[in-house]
């Protein structure tokens, strides 16, 4: 365990009278490029709040200890007033005590010639095994962010493995797909995507996810106008525009010959603040939460992106949207995936 604290031993970092304690966030995968781009985010203030002092607690495996030493080095060369404490480790125990965030973002990455369900059963392992951490060391109000990928079973494997946990705790990112179609609408109308709201992504992490701006508003010369009367174009909203949003992680990884990073590092931060600031009055977003009780006849018990709006740190469905023929389908297929995904997993995990 490698530590850098800005003060020494013997000194009390905390006055009697701060008010603010500080909260201990553990990112996984932290010696990688979606951590690389995300913890000087975290450090700054720009995700807990300028004055929320942090504990910042880096895992990875054993052979990365050598580079994180030099994430270690460069988060104290930033110099950021925030950060109380870093502690790089490799070992879960140490990692995962007294959590109030987990922030997973290392997973097996898929190699060529690797099977859908090869990927899955070495990411069973990996997250069956960081929620029994998680059930062991971490408070049990702790907040989960799965990012690594297939992101939403592997929300689902950690949060079955740590039962003293509520479910509703872990979610998964598809904030990402949920900022990519934003940009993709905002981009067709010439606005910025700061004009754009509402736009939700329907089921899984990957090519079957369903990118739907039925219910998404734009702003246009300062009224607010729904994007399908905006755009008046159906067919590239359900053509063109959704291969865009579902593809986009292969058309990065084709021309930058690596995956999304700042993009994912920007949206975990983007997901990570509405669960601890809540979500503006009127917006929804999308993440990955459990479906146990929607309304949108999606299967109980699947780790599903649905919109939700977020307000003491507690999420709850957005309920009543209308669902056309072409949404319900397009949602049924995501489920399929996500519902053929978790019974490869829980094969896995019985096993594992």
């Known amino acids: 365990m490698r530590r850098c604290s800005y003060f020494p031993k013997d000194v009390t970092v905390f006055d009697k009278d701060d008010k603010s304690e500080p909260i201990r966030v553990l990112v996984t995968g932290a010696a990688g490029q979606i951590a690389y781009s995300l913890l000087y985010s975290i450090g700054n203030g720009s995700v807990f709040g300028k004055d929320q002092p942090i504990i910042?607690?880096?895992?990875?495996?054993?052979?990365?200890?050598?580079?994180?030493?030099?994430v270690l080095m460069e988060l104290q060369d930033c110099a950021l007033p925030l950060l109380k404490d870093v502690i790089a480790t490799d070992k879960?125990?140490?990692?995962?005590?007294?959590?109030?965030?987990?922030?997973?973002v290392g997973s097996m990455p898929r190699r060529e010639g690797m099977e859908r369900k090869d990927l899955l059963k070495a990411n069973v392992k990996i997250f069956k095994s960081q929620g029994a951490a998680l059930d062991k060391y971490a408070k049990k109000s702790v907040k989960v962010i799965v990012?690594?990928?297939?992101?939403?079973?592997?929300?689902?494997?950690?949060?079955?493995?740590?039962?003293?946990?509520?479910?509703?705790?872990?979610?998964?990112?598809?904030?990402?797909?949920?900022?990519r179609a934003k940009a993709q609408v905002a981009l067709k109308l010439g606005v910025t995507a700061n004009d754009v709201k509402n736009v939700i992504i329907w089921g899984n992490h990957s090519s079957t996810q369903y990118p739907d701006v039925n219910h998404a508003k734009v702003k246009l010369q300062g009224k607010e106008v729904g994007v399908y009367e905006a755009l008046k174009d159906d067919s590239w909203l359900k053509g063109e525009f959704v291969t865009t949003v579902q593809q986009r992680g292969a058309a990065v990884i084709k021309a930058r010959?690596?995956?999304?990073?700042?993009?994912?590092?920007?949206?975990?931060?983007?997901?990570?603040?509405?669960?601890?600031?809540?979500?503006?009055?009127?917006?929804?977003?999308?993440?990955?939460?459990?479906?146990?009780?929607?309304?949108?006849?999606?299967?109980?018990?699947?780790?599903?992106?649905?919109?939700?709006?977020?307000?003491?740190?507690?999420?709850?469905?957005?309920?009543g949207l209308p669902i056309n023929d072409f949404s319900r389908e397009k949602m049924d297929l995501t489920a399929k995936e996500l519902t053929e995904e978790k019974e490869s997993a829980f094969e896995f995990l019985s096993s594992a």
């Open 56 to 70: 910042l607690v880096l895992l990875d495996i054993t052979p990365m200890m050598g580079v994180l030493d030099g």
């Open 257 to 319: 010959k690596l995956s999304s990073a700042m993009s994912a590092a920007k949206a975990i931060c983007d997901h990570v603040r509405d669960i601890w600031f809540g979500t503006p009055e009127g917006e929804f977003v999308s993440m990955g939460v459990i479906s146990d009780g929607n309304s949108y006849g999606v299967p109980d018990d699947l780790l599903y992106s649905f919109p939700v709006v977020i307000k003491n740190k507690t999420w709850k469905f957005v309920e």
């Open 92 to 104: 879960e125990e140490v990692a995962f005590k007294d959590l109030d965030v987990a922030i997973l």
């Open 147 to 179: 990012v690594g990928n297939p992101a939403n079973t592997n929300c689902l494997t950690a949060s079955k493995s740590a039962p003293s946990i509520p479910k509703e705790n872990f979610s998964c990112l598809t904030r990402l797909d949920h900022n």
